[in-house]
């Protein structure tokens, strides 16, 4: 069964620091991959992800993020951070099309000032 | 884009009642949609999938008697908690999926449930 595992629980950053927030997969397939944020109490909010076209993916509010098979991994950067990107943080997976996404225990980013 | 609507947003109700979450899809059709249930700080744990017009699959351990899910249209689904209790007190969010774009997923904002 797939999964995902995001390293470190709790990651903070300065203001205008590099973001980087980790995730590991394991599939016996090749995986669809996703990067979701969440505020306090609210739902989910799509960042971008990986559906096996370009390994290198852009999604919104400056975030991206690259596939590495080798490495099994897909991690979340950000180049410059904002207070407004504190949140949680989850990566999913799916390794069949239409499957329901399978999370990760989720990352809280703090940014300060 | 795709928006999913979720009611209510927050709920309190008395143990021993029942609860229902509604999940609609706004501007498209959902064959497809998923309930998850969130602890606080924790992350999403898949319940069950519904279909419309079938039966909810649901995952090892969830009460399928106690959490009713039904899919009766392509752009409604809904959650019933039955007789709920205290420990029944969670995040409750749902994810339709959308057909037009590959591997679109769209959640609800979610319904915050408390059973005092």
């Known amino acids: 069964a797939q999964s995902v595992t995001q390293l470190g629980s709790h990651v903070s950053v300065s203001e205008g620091a590099l973001v980087l927030l980790r995730c590991n997969y394991s599939?016996?397939?090749?995986?669809?991959l996703f990067w979701y944020v969440q505020y306090p109490n609210q739902g989910l909010q799509l960042l971008l992800k990986?559906?096996?076209?370009?390994?290198l993916v852009k999604g919104i509010n400056g975030f991206e993020a690259e596939f590495k098979k080798s490495e099994t991994s897909f991690h979340l950067t950000k180049p410059s951070a904002h207070m407004s990107d504190a949140a949680e943080y989850f990566c999913a997976v799916s390794d069949q099309a239409g499957t329901a996404l399978i999370f990760g225990k989720g990352t809280t980013l703090s940014v300060s000032s | 884009g795709a928006v999913v609507s979720q009611h209510p947003s927050w709920v309190i109700c008395k143990s021993g009642t029942s609860v229902k979450i509604e999940c609609r899809s706004l501007d498209f059709q959902a064959t497809t949609m998923f309930w998850y249930r969130q602890f606080p700080k924790q992350s999403l744990m898949l319940m069950a999938t519904s279909n419309e017009g079938s039966k909810a699959t649901y995952e090892q351990g969830v009460e399928k008697d106690k959490f009713l899910i039904n899919h009766a249209s392509l752009t409604l689904s809904t959650l019933t908690v039955t007789s709920a209790h205290p420990e029944d007190s969670s995040f409750y969010i749902c994810?339709?999926?959308?057909?037009?774009?590959?591997?679109?997923?769209?959640f609800g904002s979610g319904t915050r449930l408390t059973v005092v």
């Open positions: 599939s016996s397939v090749p995986p669809y």
């Open positions: 990986y559906t096996s076209a370009a390994t």
């Open positions: 994810s339709a999926r959308e057909n037009r774009v590959r591997e679109g997923y769209t």
